[in-house]
């Protein structure tokens, strides 16, 4: 299962950045689904991004609030979006 959640993530990455963000929103949308798995911080970061790309800020931000949840090592650049988002966001 765990080479399936890392094939998974990564395939919807390169979706991503390849410009198929509704693509990349169902295969990263899959690993959130299956809940807490090591690649779930990834997922939602991801997931944030291609949210955004789809204009579906809400959606957003809420991956991105679960990112900061998670307190993981994409917490950092997560709060730097959500700043972005909404500039009243906490530090």
Known sequence: MSLYLCAAVYLGICLLVSGSPEEASRALGAVVALGDTPYLEGAHFYLAKASLRLNR??????????????????EPEAR????????????
């Open 57 to 74: 800020v809400d959606e957003a931000r809420r991956h991105l609030q679960q990112v900061v949840e998670l307190h993981d090592r994409l």
């Open 80 to 91: 730097r979006l959500l700043r972005r988002l909404d500039p009243e966001f906490p530090e």
